[in-house]
């Protein structure tokens, strides 16, 4: 795919949700950081690790206010158009420190997830490659008005697919870039083409304006 001119390029966030360095979800997000430079975005790639907070506690958010992690997650999620998450599932579902960074980030205002794009992608060991987390990290994000990608890439038997931190198989590799490109290329037209953006919020069947059953997001 041709690198759009630097004007239009878009500024792609993308972190492990992965506690671990060097894992799976580390490697999986660290080849969407290559395949989307390729791509000609400019990329932000991060872990979780950076983003560290305590379990969220409304009495502690009104004597301190929000944590130094989710601000820091905040500052690097809204310097971009659009996000990549990279994330184990634990237990079929979403691993409880990636919820809580959601829930505390959720707490800025205007919150920052409403109309944001973002791609959610799996590393596993397992046979389903942790999709059912995926599927359950997108009703917290759905909620808060995110535009999930409807495609979501889950690398199952991870620890057997990776070879110098690339993917080994060549057909596993070309959807990756596929999925990964397909994402961009939306982002990219929303970020700088407004009909596109309206047609998309509608394909979704909501109204173009604020959704009222959204977390506030004025
Ligand atoms: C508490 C816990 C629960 C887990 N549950 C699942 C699961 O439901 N499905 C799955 O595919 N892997 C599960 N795993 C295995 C993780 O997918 C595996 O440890 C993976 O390597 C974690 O991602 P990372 O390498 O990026 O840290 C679980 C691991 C832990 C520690």
């Not at 979800?25 to 907070?53: C, P, W, Y």
């Not at 931190?165 to 057909?171: E, I, K, R, V, Y």
């Not at 009909?195 to 506030?216: H, I, N, S």
Request: some cysteine; aromatic content about 10%.
């Amino acid at each position: 795919m041709p690198s759009p001119p630097a004007s239009t390029a878009i500024k792609v966030f993308v972190c492990s949700a992965s506690l671990r360095a060097e894992w799976l979800n580390h490697k999986l997000a660290t080849l969407a950081a290559t395949v989307a430079g390729a791509t000609g975005a400019i990329v932000d790639l991060a872990s979780m690790a950076e983003f560290e907070v305590p379990v969220y506690d409304g009495d502690l958010e009104a004597a301190q206010g929000i944590p130094a992690g989710a601000v820091a997650f905040h500052a690097r999620l809204t310097a971009s158009d659009a996000f990549v998450i990279a994330s184990p599932e634990y237990n079929a579902s979403m691993p409880g420190g990636l919820k809580n960074l959601i829930d505390w980030t959720s707490r800025f205002r205007p919150q920052p997830f409403d109309g944001r794009h973002g791609l959610l992608m799996s590393a596993s060991p397992s046979l389903v490659g942790g999709n059912r987390g995926l599927w359950a990290l997108r009703v917290p994000f759905e909620h808060l008005g995110a535009r999930i990608y409807p495609d979501m890439f889950s690398l199952s038997m991870a620890h057997k697919a990776f070879a110098a931190g690339d993917l080994s198989d060549a057909a596993l590799r070309a959807r990756f870039d596929k999925t990964v490109q397909a994402f961009l290329s939306l982002a990219e037209a929303a970020a700088h083409y407004p009909c596109m953006k309206r047609a998309w919020v509608e394909f979704l069947g909501e109204p173009p304006g604020q959704g009222e059953d959204r977390v506030d997001a004025a």
